[in-house]
């Protein structure tokens, strides 16, 4: 017996993660998340779906976070009818995600349409919230690591650490096993526990996101401590752009630690996005998933203001400092984080803190390339804050991190596919993993199409 694997996204840069499993006639898709990043890349999102969505009998999601579930409302609205599997972690956040997404880019295209910013007319949602709403009814949550059966093969969620809910997806076909990485997270990681060991596969997928890199051994929370302590003694304010899933709750750990120990001044801290409040509670629920004892966990957030009120938003914008405000997006494609940009960029006493990484293409990694003018809203805003880049707060395992994990494998796949990396990280990893392990990996090509077997070859 053969299947085949397809490489519908995620082959040439960190998003759009989408997979194709076919065997025996029945049709899995692996994440269904949304292209960001690059205007080429954005325009993917907008082209009919490449196989039609009635079609797949089945979507087993990774993790979240919307370059893996973002284009899930788009593909129940065109068609498709199945269940889509998550573990439970996952199912909970994604109706977080999913409907502020849907509301986001309703509030983006009535924007445009206000103040005529769009070559479109009218312009509209890549899908709304309504239909995010419809895609939720179709999610099935399951436990880790109990096995369920989809179109004659089997699927099984283990712990991927990153955020809470990612999971590694090992699946059995009828022609060998596969096993996909989604987001691998950090052995270190300060909030999450660390992904189990890889089992006894025939083809591998694994992410590359920091497949050039090498997580900086600089203590994170020592140099967050030292940037908050100089900007907020001379009145400034600090920018933490966060992930409202995953992102908002290290950072939150990492001051409250650093106030607890006297490292950084009483001022005011505001998590203003009503996404990661909600979060919060979610992760509150599982604290099998997560490092943190309870009274900790609760200490986190009466550190931080919690602010939901778009009102309450906006009065941020004129308090001015000192103060810390965390919001999303971590790579300033849209939210709360924008208008304080706007508000506090053109201050060289204040700063933004980048903590994650920052997709090609995005705001985020115009700044960390040294860019001082963000086009925000229609306006070209000059940027004269100081901006930091602290790499070692991601939740993505680095290059040896990667490795390491890999070499728990019993022996080695037969195949090994390096996805969701921009280019280069994707090739120095591949070339770490052959130095290192001595087996062939490869970077497949976007659509690219290749059989599964126990002796397939890479």
């Known amino acids: 017996m053969t299947a085949s694997l397809r490489f519908l996204g995620a082959t040439d840069t960190v998003t759009g993660s989408r997979y194709l499993i076919e065997d025996d006639g029945a049709r899995i898709l692996v994440d269904c998340g949304l292209f960001q990043g690059y205007k080429q890349l954005r325009e993917r999102n907008w082209r009919p779906f490449p196989v039609e969505p009635a079609s797949v009998d089945a979507v087993v999601v990774t993790h979240a976070h919307l370059d893996h579930t973002g284009y899930l409302p788009a593909l129940v609205r065109d068609g498709f009818r199945g269940r889509i599997h998550a573990t439970m972690g996952t199912a909970e956040l994604s109706r977080l995600v999913l409907l502020d997404s849907g509301r986001l880019l309703q509030e983006q295209a009535a924007f445009a349409d206000r103040h005529h910013t769009s070559r479109h007319a009218p312009p509209r949602?890549?899908?709304?919230?309504?239909?995010?709403?419809?895609?939720?009814?179709?999610?099935?949550?399951?436990?880790?690591?109990?096995?369920?059966?989809?179109?004659?093969?089997t699927f099984r969620f283990v712990p991927a650490g990153h955020i809470l809910g990612a999971a590694q997806v090992l699946v059995t076909t009828g022609a060998g096993r596969l096993h996909f990485t989604g987001d691998l997270g950090r052995v270190d990681d300060p909030l999450m526990r660390p992904p189990s060991p890889l089992e006894e596969t025939d083809v591998l997928i694994s992410e590359s996101t920091y497949g050039d890199r090498i997580h900086s051994r600089v203590d994170a929370e020592d140099a967050l401590g030292r940037i908050v302590t100089d900007v907020c003694r001379g009145g400034g304010v600090v920018l933490l752009p966060a992930f409202a899933v995953g992102r908002a709750e290290t950072l939150l750990l990492h001051l409250s630690r650093l106030r607890a120990t006297g490292r950084i001044p009483d001022v005011p801290i505001f998590l203003n996005s009503p996404m990661a409040v909600d979060a919060s509670e979610i992760y509150a629920r599982h604290p099998e998933e997560h490092r943190i004892p309870r009274d900790e966990f609760a200490a986190m957030y009466?550190?931080?203001?919690?602010?939901?009120?778009?009102?309450?938003?906006?009065?941020?914008?004129?308090?001015?400092?000192?103060?810390?405000?965390?919001?999303?997006?971590?790579?300033?494609?849209?939210?709360?984080?924008?208008?304080?940009?706007?508000?506090?960029?053109?201050?060289?006493?204040?700063?933004?803190?980048?903590?994650?990484?920052?997709?090609?293409?995005?705001?985020?990694?115009?700044?960390?390339?040294?860019?001082?003018?963000?086009?925000?809203?229609?306006?070209?805003?000059?940027?004269?804050?100081?901006?930091?880049?602290?790499?070692?707060?991601?939740?993505?395992?680095?290059?040896?991190?990667?490795?390491?994990?890999?070499?728990?494998?019993?022996?080695?796949?037969?195949?090994?596919?390096?996805?969701?990396?921009?280019?280069?990280?994707?090739?120095?990893?591949?070339?770490?993993?052959?130095?290192?392990?001595?087996?062939?990996?490869?970077?497949?090509?976007?659509?690219?199409?290749?059989?599964?077997?126990?002796?397939?070859?890479?």
């Open 302 to 458: 009466r550190l931080a203001t919690l602010v939901r009120t778009v009102d309450d938003s906006k009065l941020l914008n004129l308090r001015g400092g000192p103060a810390i405000i965390i919001s999303a997006s971590g790579m300033l494609e849209g939210g709360r984080i924008l208008h304080h940009i706007d508000a506090y960029g053109g201050d060289p006493r204040n700063a933004i803190v980048l903590t994650g990484f920052q997709a090609g293409g995005t705001r985020g990694a115009a700044l960390q390339r040294g860019e001082r003018v963000l086009r925000i809203h229609g306006r070209d805003i000059p940027i004269r804050a100081r901006v930091h880049t602290l790499d070692m707060l991601s939740a993505h395992a680095d290059a040896q991190q990667i490795v390491e994990w890999m070499s728990t494998a019993p022996t080695a796949p037969a195949a090994v596919y390096l996805t969701h990396g921009e280019p280069d990280a994707a090739d120095q990893l591949r070339l770490r993993i052959r130095r290192s392990l001595g087996w062939s990996a490869r970077v497949p090509e976007f659509g690219e199409t290749v059989s599964v077997s126990a002796a397939t070859g890479p």
């Open 125 to 153: 949602p890549l899908y709304t919230e309504q239909d995010a709403l419809a895609a939720l009814e179709h999610v099935e949550p399951h436990a880790f690591a109990q096995p369920f059966g989809l179109g004659g093969m």
